[in-house]
């Protein structure tokens, strides 16, 4: 009793004694994708965070208090996700975890972020395959007349990545709302978006290539 009288004396001294009750991982990712990821991040964007919220990192992680989570508790849930999720997704899901971690240590609920010292899984080189310009030709023929051919013939010319078409707003050149959007005017989701390409490349007869691939094949077509 009295050597936890002392070290709460000392935490008080230095400052480091919260009277805040700290929240729990799901209550603070709430908060963090609220008050703050909201007001900095595309909607498009604060939508996959929030999947990622609901489906993975709550599910797993969600009921841990800031004060409790552990970089142990970290890797292991990369570690498992990975089984499930390309690698690509578990390290965009540890940014944003050591992103939102980074603003509860700045609102000081907690004093080290747990993510900073975890390595997420790393990615394997992929060689870049893109298309020749006569593969970019027939790809370009195969999407003419689809609701949506301004945006494959932006990623062909334009070598724009996934998230920088589908996040592109009318109001980057002066007008507002998504440019890109579903029928009924919502933002498209990235695995419909994955879909259609898959789609218009079994259409035209093209070899299965990566939808990033796209982005070296307008370097290709540039330099043809």
Not at 55 to 83: E, Q, W
């Amino acid at each position: 009793m009295v050597k936890a009288l002392t070290e709460m004396t000392v935490l008080a001294e230095t400052g480091r004694l919260s009277t805040q009750r700290v929240p729990t991982l799901a209550q603070w990712m709430e908060t963090y994708l609220s008050e703050v990821a909201s007001a900095k991040v595309r909607p498009s964007t604060l939508h996959r965070y929030r999947e990622e919220v609901e489906h993975h990192i709550g599910p797993m992680l969600g009921r841990h208090r800031l004060d409790k989570l552990t970089p142990a508790h970290l890797t292991s849930f990369y570690r498992d996700r990975v089984t499930v999720l390309s690698i690509g997704s578990v390290r965009r899901m540890h940014a944003n975890l050591r992103r939102s971690l980074n603003v509860a240590v700045r609102w000081q609920l907690i004093h080290n972020n747990p993510a900073a010292p975890v390595e997420p899984p790393s990615l394997p080189h992929v060689e870049a395959r893109p298309y020749s310009l006569a593969e970019a030709r027939r790809f370009l023929k195969a999407v003419e007349g689809l609701r949506l051919e301004a945006r494959w013939l932006i990623g062909i010319a334009l070598g724009l990545r996934q998230g920088e078409v589908l996040g592109l707003r009318w109001d980057d050149i002066d007008l507002t709302g998504l440019v890109f959007a579903t029928a009924v005017g919502t933002p498209l989701h990235p695995r419909n978006d994955y879909r259609s390409f898959r789609e218009i490349i079994r259409r035209a007869g093209l070899r299965q290539v990566r939808l990033h691939d796209l982005r070296h094949t307008a370097a290709s077509v540039l330099l043809a």
